[in-house]
């Protein structure tokens, strides 16, 4: 641990009492592992770890569900486990049990689960094996046995067939095998005294093996998944045990980072103490499990009020994300205004790890009133950390981020070490590991401000804003040559401004704020027009008061009175005025800046606002605050022999860490560009960042730009001109300003001289649906629509603005289909948990969930998009924005927040279920019927060739060939629309094709063929409708119509319709009288009279009676047969009246022919539907029949083998109508058919059938109810017949699949 470059060794020897103790470190991250070493205890004998708190969701468990434990002591959890209660477990208050099911995949780390599903592997191997041998054993007996089977041993062969099906079953399941991974069944009582908790971490019932536990900031306990994984686990109960969270670690990171602000060991290992060891830890895991340990806009929202309740003392956060804006989004207003402002809490973050090219800091970092903290690596830390060969330089690191923020802030405010050997999770099997990055830098400048406040507390000054603390380290810190003036923390320094300096005027934060057109806490000019131009600005400095509204605050705008001197750091450039007097309300004034004399490059300068009652004067005198001015002035230079369009930079000379910065206007018409290095003589690799960024108002910086880490060397030819070279191209913003950031990596040994050449490269195209450019929908740009909604022909202009350039023959390519999906269900708000979804004014969180049904057709990529929300965590105005989605069976396929995530769905039915979380009621009323929009990846793209007329594009002849494009010559080309055949079959009119169009030839673009410069769109329209079909109109006519007899003398056409609608009404009705029987048999008996032989009739009253039978047969349990005689008897009835109603023979004729339904008209179509209505009433007869008789064998009591043989027959008349080959596909008669290879003794053969069913997902992904139902029933079968085989093992493996593959509800977000 670094600690001396930051005055921490000193301070401490001369202050041993002031290491942390009496204050609280709050640690948003990953959590913290309190098995972890150094986080046991602080250095005066208290907990180290306060509390564990699972701020990210992904550890909630619902435990809604209540249960009574038997007399057995036994309690039947939601996984279908029996739950043992130890003798030893404290009687519940209330008699009762909550119970819950939590799976592993959205709770524990990616490596852990990794390591169970290996272990689980073996396990499944070693059963396997055992049983796999006994088969082989099993059906080698039986070869021995009967060596020759002839035709006529066919129960020999069934027999044979069947212990082949259990050895090839036993194979099959090992090179199948996926971990369905552990569901861990979960128990929360009130003893009397206290809620308590514990989960089933054996997963087989058996609790006493399992701790029972309490809240963990009740006594601070916590157990382990396993002494294998070492993961550790503690509990917060809520809601008077309604909601249960498991606490756990997603990573090792935030062990890491609590381990440098305050570790501490007892044992006295030297030099392994945190910075602050004796201050304690509250852990808030913001970084979500089901997103691979990602923060969320719900972590942090419910971590800020999680530190509103506690009143911490310092905060860290070293993690972040870019955003487009600074001082907005509900974490970051939460922070800003509660935490900071009321409580007085330190917030101290990561700078980002995207350096050292300019405006590449992360949230929460650069926002008003955090400690933004960047990385510095001292000559000590590469000796004992990274084993250098030999010293560098002491520098920021290379990757650290910079500023100024995208409104003109300095961004970071100190630099500490980023670097540090320290403690990490018991799980990953390590005492230590070494990390680096602004997350280690951060959480060794929060121990630093950890032991100023430790200090100020023990001498009485407890009333210190945070603001003035903020100060001190900005003002006392250790100047190292950094281009904005950033220091290095210097505790002792910081130490003595903090008891020696009184004035009121440093405890409030002074918003500084520039009037214009994106300005805001600073002055940025950075594009060419803005960087040569004078310039006056307005510029407001407001004091921000601490706790704003209460008391103590007004009292202290009552007596602010500042008198402001104002300096420039650059008068020859930057003026301001001299002097201003400022009350509370704050002071306007105008400041003057003048770029236009300045050298091209990076200019930083400052207004200066000091006290002028202060004190100190001179170099000693300190500035109450400043107005940071950041210019970047493009080049002159570089060698440009061809205008703006091409740069170069010969001779570039760089040693360890040495960064050059060039700024370049990038010509207007440019939209990609090659970027090309040569090196030569290089002894060794040297390790380069490169990085080109443009700026985009409101837009995060990393959207523009371009970053790469290269190994540049030699080619060791020994040839003067065989140079080391590498190239890449890259799309670029016209008219804005780049950086070019080119770096040595701090740990590069050596010097490297370097070549740079920059090539800009402009291609214009536009589009428009007339031949002529002057009308029709005509428009340009890098996103394009080739339909105007009845385009035939897209008429296409592509020109050459910079240089020459190879295209080749023009094409379009769409692999993406986009569709938008309104809410399926009616859309409900409701409140959120009272303990942690109250925000710290009082305000309670709704939660807006919304469900969209939509279908793959295809297995693929599905990219799920909420436009409005994209990418927006820090700066989210919700409170939280969360998407799971399922398939057809609630088995949860994948999670989603803001950031938008492909991901891959079989073909089937979905269900997207969207939360908003707001304290606004109106903002989630408006969002009720708000559209997702939805992204289909194409499994075959869909490509429109370019041709060189209209009429060549409608005969697709005189197609564009590849060619050499001049600068200012402009080519135009035709393409035809999409021709319906192309258009996906699961695309309807509305949605939209998503493509690009390639115009560089692959061969001359140094990889910039590769790039979608040119997006487009393609609006899918109706499709063309035939004239004169006759589908249309047959589908107009009821089959039943057109079935009936000719009309009687007298008859009306109008009333024979009416008198069948009624029929048909009636009909419909005889399934919903099910539970009035009597009124049901009236009405079944007047249509018998009038409709004996029509067929829907007989269906819908078989359908009836079929309904009682299932009644009965779930009251009574599927393995027994129903002895209600009459309820049999009607369903042999209602079959018999089907089969004796339909000419089998001359529906069997008829399918057998191959019908011109074309040619036959409406007629023909009409005859096929009644066909195929007829086959559909046959089947469900035939099947039927197969059931009563099965029935039949399981009432018998008896000699069952003529039941048998009746029942065979059936299922060999029924097999041929199911239109498959394999009639067992259909799964209604392979329930059937698995049951009566179990009843014959052939329960492999049986398994052999089910998997195969089972193993087709299309069997169960269409969304439908008769479907799922019966996937449900053969899953059940499998797993008796499993049970039957005495294959354990895999029985309780299918019972964790189906568990998984189809819980009982939608898991908590």
């Known amino acids: 641990m670094e600690t001396g470059i930051t005055q921490v060794d000193s301070f401490l020897y001369s202050n041993p009492q002031f290491d942390g103790r009496t204050v609280v470190v709050a640690v948003l991250d990953t959590g913290v592992d309190p098995g972890a070493p150094g986080m046991q205890s602080t250095s005066t004998g208290e907990v180290k770890l306060l509390d564990l708190v699972d701020c990210s969701g992904a550890g909630t468990v619902k435990m809604g569900t209540t249960a009574k434990k038997s007399d057995s002591g036994v309690v039947m959890g939601l ?73 006529s041993d066919m129960k020999q062969i069934e027999i044979r067939a069947d212990l082949k099906a259990r050895v090839q079953a036993l194979k099959q399941f090992m090179k199948d095998f996926k971990d369905p991974g552990p569901a861990f069944d979960c128990v929360t009582f009130h003893d009397g005294t206290r809620w308590l908790a514990a989960i089933d971490i054996s997963q087989n019932g058996d609790l006493s093996t399992t701790e029972l536990l309490p809240d963990y900031s009740d006594g601070h306990k916590f157990s382990s998944f396993g002494q294998d994984s070492r993961l550790n686990y503690s509990f917060k109960i809520y809601d008077a045990g309604q909601t249960l969270s498991i606490v756990t670690t997603t990573g090792s ?145 290379s990757f650290s981020s910079n500023g100024p923020t995208l409104d003109g802030a300095v961004g970071v405010d100190i630099y500490a070490p980023g670097a540090a050997i320290t403690s990490v999770p018991q799980s990953t099997k390590s005492v230590h590991q070494l990390m680096n990055g602004t997350s280690m830098s951060s959480p060794n400048a929060a121990g630093c401000v950890a032991l100023l406040i430790s200090g100020l507390k023990q001498i009485g000054k407890t009333n210190v804003s945070p603001y003035r603390v903020a100060y001190a380290l900005k003002r006392s810190a250790k100047q190292f040559g950094d281009a904005f003036g950033i220091g290095i923390v210097q ?126 004067t001179g170099d000693k005198a300190v500035p109450l605050f400043e107005i940071p001015v950041t210019v970047c002035k493009a080049e002159s230079d570089g060698g440009n022999p061809n205008g703006l369009a091409l740069r170069v930079f010969k001779g570039l000379t760089f040693g360890s860490g040495d960064i050059v910065r060039r700024y370049l206007d990038v010509p207007h018409g440019a939209n990609f560009a090659t970027l090309t290095i040569k090196t030569m003589d290089r002894i060794g690799n040297a390790l380069f960042m490169i990085q080109f960024g443009q700026l985009h108002q409101n837009i995060a910086s990393t959207v523009f730009e371009t970053r790469a880490r290269v190994n540049l060397s ?77 385009a035939a022909v897209a008429r296409f202009d592509i020109a050459s603005r910079l240089r020459a350039e190879a295209l080749c023959a023009p094409s379009i390519f769409l692999n993406t289909l986009q569709k938008a999906v309104r809410p399926t269900e009616v859309a409900v708000i409701s409140a959120l948990t009272a303990q942690r979804d109250i925000l710290p004014d009082g305000k309670q969180l709704f939660e807006l969930v919304l469900s969209y049904t939509f279908q793959v057709a295809e297995e693929g990529n599905v990219l799920p998009l909420f436009p409005h929300v994209l990418n927006a965590i820090y700066d989210s105005s919700y409170e939280s924005f969360y998407i799971q989605i399922y398939d057809s069976q609630k088995s949860l396929q994948s999670y989603h927040q803001s950031k938008p995530e492909k991901t891959k769905l079989k073909e089937g039915t979905h269900t997207a279920r969207v939360q908003f979380v707001s304290s606004d009621l109106s903002a989630l009323e408006r969002l009720k019927s708000c559209v997702l929009i939805i992204n289909f990846e194409l499994k075959k793209s869909i490509s429109l060739k370019s041709f060189k007329s209209i009429s060549g594009a409608l005969s697709k002849t005189l197609p564009v060939e590849k060619t050499i494009l001049k600068k200012g010559e402009c080519l135009s080309f035709w393409c035809a629309g999409v021709d319906d055949s192309l258009i996906p079959k699961h ?54 119509l057109a079935t009936e007899t000719p009309l009687k003398e007298g008859e009306s056409s109008a009333l024979v319709k009416l008198q069948q609608e009624i029929r048909d009404l009636e009909i419909a009705s005889v399934k919903k009288l099910n539970s009035d029987v ?52 009607s369903i042999t009835d209602a079959c018999d009246a089907i089969s004796g109603a339909i000419d089998s023979t001359a529906l069997a004729q008829y399918f057998a022919l191959k019908v011109d339904l074309a040619a036959g008209g409406i007629v023909a179509k009409t005859k096929k539907k009644d066909m195929e209505t007829q086959k559909a009433a046959l089947v469900l007869s035939l099947l039927w029949k197969a059931r009563v008789k099965r029935n039949a064998v399981l009432v018998s009591g008896g000699d069952e083998g003529v039941l048998m043989t009746e029942f065979d027959a059936i299922l060999i008349n029924l097999a041929p109508w199911l239109g498959s080959s394999d009639a067992a596909a259909d799964g209604r008669y392979l329930q059937l058919w698995a049951w009566r290879l179990r009843r014959k003794g052939l329960p492999g053969s049986a398994l052999s059938c089910l998997n195969k069913y089972l193993s087709n997902s299309k069997n169960n992904s269409s969304g439908e109810s008769d479907k799922a139902d019966i996937w449900k029933v053969l899953q059940k079968e499998k797993s008796e017949v499993l049970k039957e085989l005495g294959w354990d093992f895999w029985a309780e493996s299918e019972q964790r699949w189906d568990a998984r593959r189809s819980p009982a509800a939608f898991e908590a977000f």
């Open 491 to 616: 505790v002792e320094n910081a130490w003595e401004m903090l008891i020696n300096d009184t004035s009121n005027l440093l405890d409030v934060f002074y918003d500084v704020s520039v009037k214009g057109v994106n300005l805001g806490r600073g002055i940025y000019l950075r594009n060419a027009v803005e960087a040569s131009s004078h310039h006056q600005f307005g510029v407001k400095v407001s004091p921000r008061f601490p706790d704003s509204d209460s008391p103590a605050a007004t009292d202290l705008k009552l007596q602010f009175d500042a008198s402001i001197r104002f300096e420039s750091s650059h008068p020859e450039w930057i003026r301001a005025p001299h002097f201003a007097r400022m009350a509370h309300s704050g002071r306007e004034f105008l400041i003057d800046v003048d770029p236009t004399g300045l050298a091209p490059g990076l200019h930083v300068g400052r207004i200066f606002g000091f006290d002028s009652n202060a004190k100190e």
């Open 79 to 151: 996984s279908g486990r029996s739950l043992r209660i130890p003798e030893h477990w404290p009687v519940p208050q209330n008699g009762e049990y909550q119970i819950g099911i939590k799976s592993a995949f959205s709770l524990l780390p990616n490596d852990v689960l990794k390591e169970m599903a290996k272990k689980s592997k073996t396990a499944a191997e070693l059963a396997n094996n055992k049983l796999l041998v006994n088969a082989m054993h099993a059906l080698s007996a039986h070869e021995s046995e009967f060596a020759v089977l002839s035709p």
């Open 253 to 397: 990171h935030g062990t890491h980072v609590a381990a440098i602000t305050a570790a501490h060991f007892p044992d006295g290992e030297s030099g392994f103490d945190g910075v602050a060891p004796g201050a304690q830890i509250v852990s808030l895991k913001i970084g979500d499990a089901r997103l691979g340990g990602a923060e969320t806009a719900q972590s942090l929202v419910r971590a800020a009020i999680e530190l509103a309740k506690r009143k911490v003392d310092v905060v860290n956060v070293s993690f972040g994300e870019h955003a487009g804006t600074y001082d907005y989004g509900r974490f970051t207003e939460l922070i800003r205004d509660d935490v900071i402002n009321k409580l007085g809490t330190v917030f101290v973050t990561s700078a980002g790890n995207s350096g050292p090219i300019l405006s590449s800091l992360s949230h929460p970092g650069g926002n008003s009133g955090v400690v933004t903290v960047g990385a510095y690596v001292t000559q000590s830390m590469q000796e004992d950390m990274y084993a250098l060969l030999e010293t560098v330089p002491e520098r920021a690191f």
């Open 714 to 790: 030699s080619t060791t030819s020994g040839a003067a001109s065989d140079d080391f070279k590498w190239a890449k191209s890259f799309q670029v913003l016209g008219g804005k300003t780049a950086e070019l950031v080119i770096c040595q990596a701090w740990s590069t040994l050596g010097a490297t001289t370097v070549d740079v050449q920059i090539e800009f490269h402009g291609l214009d195209l536009s589009c428009s649906t007339s031949p002529y450019t002057d009308s029709g929908n005509s428009h340009g740009g890098t996103h394009l629509f080739l339909n105007s909604g009845n």
């Open 987 to 1040: 695309a309807s009119p509305g949605d939209l094709l998503l493509g690009s169009v390639k115009v560089l030839d692959a061969g001359a673009s140094n990889g910039a063929s590769a790039l979608d410069l040119f997006k487009v769109s393609y609006l899918v329209q109706a499709p063309e409708s035939k004239a004169n079909d006759a589908s249309s109109e047959a589908a107009s006519v009821p089959s039943s």
């Open 1078 to 1129: 009597q009124a049901r048999t009236i009405l079944m008996e007047r249509l018998q009279k009038d409709h004996s032989d029509h067929i829907p009739f007989l269906v819908a009253r078989l359908e009836a009676y079929a309904a009682d039978f299932e009644k009965l047969q779930k009251k009574d349990g599927l393995g027994v047969g129903i002895t209600d005689e009459p309820v049999v008897q």
